[in-house]
């Protein structure tokens, strides 16, 4: 791996802790100032706005602007802003529309960050299929590890040394994220396409995605997965009440299983997609997930759902190795952005559907039927994307790949001298 991917590495895997104690800390902030569930879920919500408003916008920004000099500046003005309910917690000042208003902020923040990543990383690794897979099988592990496991206990023990203490710690993890990603090697910039507007080079990003069989494919995935996984979560915590007789602490080692097969997805997701193809492997991995939920919803115990949680977890983690490495490998750089945020758009706008979907099946039926819907919505699912991500068609997309890299990246160096 380059030199460079370890401070990349360092720097996403620091800043993921620090938003695994924010995700902990800000609803508990919240809570400390209302019990009035919408309130709360205004909070949580605000978050996730940035995404659904201004997705493909992002990208379009993204793919014009310097990605490494994007990184490090949402970074620094993430630790700045963290610093006003800070300040605001030590002077007894907070309030719910300050937590809506930073939490919907940090978004927009994480949008830009979050997109230019996924962009850069091509240009540092030379869109090499095995160095993708190998880098964002570390990333995903490490943001697995961080905002999952060790972040959100963290952000829970700190808040009980002061309400201000976890917004610091997060603070100090985007300067110290901000510092590594100013230290990495500058790439260079896209050839510049002929001159348009923002809005039409939004719509020509989306539409990439729509005209090419193996995006669409790669973008349907997560985008029906979200339905599917928002209804189950929706209705999990009552499922494990009432159904599998689990009370907090069970419900918390239930999720536990989900993150450690999800690491352990990570972990082996390059080794499947060498063994089968990333086509036939993205397939196995979709299929895999719809079985695990169906097992979870015919579970009979704790300890049977605990370990379909775990295989669903498992073929979550792998997917999202591979999946955003073969994007990256095959979409041309000066779109890298538009395209990545256009995908994640559609993921972000699924969710609501689906916790929509999990609350209505529940109360009109039975806690049960929304785990059944969603396994039969992640196995049609399956049948429906298997031959636009076949091995075939990947094989195909990697070549088109490598036969316009030389031309373009020889343009691209002509570009900057």
């Known amino acids: 791996m380059p030199t460079g991917f370890g401070r990349l590495w360092t720097a996403q895997t620091v800043s993921s802790l620090g938003d695994g104690v924010?995700?902990?800390?800000?609803?508990?902030?919240?809570?400390?100032l209302t019990r009035d569930p919408l309130a709360l879920a205004v909070v949580?919500?605000?978050?996730?706005?940035?995404?659904?408003?201004?997705?493909?916008?992002g990208g379009a920004l993204v793919d014009r602007w310097d990605r490494r000099r994007t990184m490090w500046v949402a970074d620094v003005l993430r630790a700045v802003l963290l610093a006003v309910p800070a300040g605001a917690a030590a002077l007894d000042a907070l309030s719910i529309p300050l937590l809506a208003a930073v939490a919907f902020l940090l978004g927009i923040g994480g949008l830009f960050f979050d997109t230019a990543a996924t962009a850069y990383l091509p240009d540092l690794l030379g869109r090499d299929t095995a160095l993708l897979e190998r880098?964002?099988?570390r990333l995903r592990g490490a943001q697995t590890a961080a905002s999952g496991f060790?972040?959100?206990p963290a952000g829970s023990a700190l808040l009980a040394l002061g309400r201000a203490v976890p917004l610091l710690a997060d603070a100090v993890s985007f300067a110290v994220s901000a510092l590594l990603v100013r230290s990495l090697p500058a790439t260079p910039r896209p050839v510049p396409q002929v001159r348009e507007s923002l809005l039409r080079q939004a719509r020509a990003g989306a539409s990439y995605v729509f005209r090419?069989?193996?995006?669409?494919?790669?973008?349907?995935?997560?985008?029906?997965?979200?339905?599917a996984f928002v209804a189950v979560e929706t209705v999990l915590a009552l499922f494990a009440h009432d159904r599998l007789g689990t009370g907090t602490l069970g419900f918390g080692l239930l999720l536990t299983a989900e993150a450690t097969g999800g690491l352990l997805g990570a972990a082996v997701a390059s080794f499947l997609g060498r063994w089968l193809g990333t086509g036939t492997a993205l397939t196995c991995t979709a299929a895999l997930e719809g079985l695990a939920v169906l097992g979870l919803a015919a579970a009979p115990n704790a300890?049977?759902?605990g370990l379909a949680l775990a295989v669903c977890g498992a073929g979550m983690g792998a997917?999202?190795?591979?999946a955003p490495s073969l994007r990256q490998?095959?979409?041309?750089?000066?779109?890298?952005?538009?395209v990545a945020s256009t995908s994640r758009m559609l993921a972000m706008c699924a969710a609501p559907f689906g916790a929509f979907l999990g609350g209505w099946l529940a109360t009109a039926y039975d806690v049960r039927t929304p785990l059944y819907a969603a396994a039969g919505l992640l196995l049609a699912m399956t049948a429906v994307t298997s031959t636009m991500t076949s091995n075939r068609r990947v094989e195909s997309a990697l070549r088109t790949a490598a036969e316009s890299d030389a031309p373009e990246f020889g343009a691209r160096a002509s570009a900057m001298s």
């Open 212 to 227: 090419d069989r193996l995006l669409l494919g790669l973008a349907l995935r997560p985008a029906v997965g979200n339905v």
């Open 319 to 322: 997917t999202m190795v591979l």
């Open 150 to 152: 060790a972040g959100p």
């Open 22 to 32: 924010s995700h902990a800390a800000l609803p508990l902030l919240a809570l400390t």
């Open 329 to 338: 490998a095959v979409v041309p750089a000066h779109l890298m952005g538009r």
């Open 303 to 305: 300890y049977v759902a």
């Open 135 to 137: 880098a964002n099988s």
């Open 44 to 57: 949580t919500a605000a978050g996730t706005l940035p995404w659904l408003l201004f997705g493909v916008l």
